[in-house]
T-cell receptor, first 112, second 112 residues
Framework: SQTIHQWPATLVQPVGSPLSLECTVEGTSNPNLYWYRQAAGRGLQLLFY??????ISSEVPQNLSASRPQDRQFILSSKKLLLSDSGFYLCAWSDDSGLTLHFGNGTRLTVT | SQELEQSPQSLIVQEGKNLTINCTSSKTLYGLYWYKQKYGEGLIFLMM?????EEKSHEKITAKLDEKKQQSSLHITASQPSHAGIYLC????????????FGKGTKLTVNP
């Protein structure tokens, strides 16, 4: 069966520091991968999605970037965190049909 | 602007009571998804509706997609404390983004 792992679960980082959140999927190949951010009062916002290695689409301009160095690995990064980057980050995957998304357990990021 | 509107934003019910959560779009919905989220955790897929008039049930949770495919309702019968959490609807909306967009969620509290 397929599983998705996301880490770390929580992270507290100072403003201006770099960020790296990792997500891996097991039990499937060539998944579509997604990064969402959930902020208070704003719901779930799609940040990036990827349909294959090295293929990244950005949904909103921001201080973050994403990379997919391997088929089942999706990384969310920032060179310098802003206070506004605080939130709950969720990784998700779907199969080729791109219909049902399956989510990881999320990372709670607090930028201080 | 928010493409999916959920109501109510929060709901407090006594254990054993029935409740309904609504998800409305101004555009036609293609593939309406209901997810449940416990605080600080990932989203758990509940069910997906695609056809107008479709209704699905999982244990005591029933979801419907109306005939015009612009609104879905989630109904919980005889609520229990285990039903507590945040319920989010997600949908592919034709004519807008082709990605899965989400409502802001409905926070459900069930008092014993």
């Amino acid at each position: 069966s397929q599983t998705i792992h996301q880490w770390p679960a929580t992270l507290v980082q100072p403003v201006g520091s770099p960020l790296s959140l990792e997500c891996t999927v097991e039990g499937t190949s060539n998944p579509n991968l997604y990064w969402y951010r959930q902020a208070a009062g704003r719901g779930l916002q799609l940040l990036f999605y990827s349909v294959g290695i090295g293929q990244i689409s950005s949904e909103v301009p921001q201080n973050l970037s994403a990379s997919r160095p391997q088929d089942r690995q999706f990384i969310l990064s920032s060179k310098k965190l802003l206070l506004s980057d605080s939130g709950f980050y969720l990784c998700a995957w779907s199969d080729d049909s791109g219909l049902t998304l399956h989510f990881g357990n999320g990372t709670r990021l607090t930028v201080t | 602007s928010q493409e999916l509107e959920q109501s109510p934003q929060s709901l407090i019910v006594q254990e054993g009571k029935n409740l309904t959560i609504n998800c409305t779009s101004s555009k036609t919905l293609y593939g309406l998804y209901w997810y449940k989220q416990k605080y600080g955790e990932g989203l758990i897929f509940l069910m997906m509706l695609q056809k107008g008039g479709e209704e699905k049930s999982h244990e005591k949770i029933t979801a419907k997609l109306d005939e015009k495919k612009q609104q879905s309702s989630l109904h919980i019968t005889a609520s229990q404390p285990s039903h507590a959490g945040i319920y989010l609807c997600g949908a592919y909306i034709r004519g807008g983004s082709e990605k899965l967009v989400f409502g802001k969620g409905t926070k459900l509290t069930v008092n014993p």
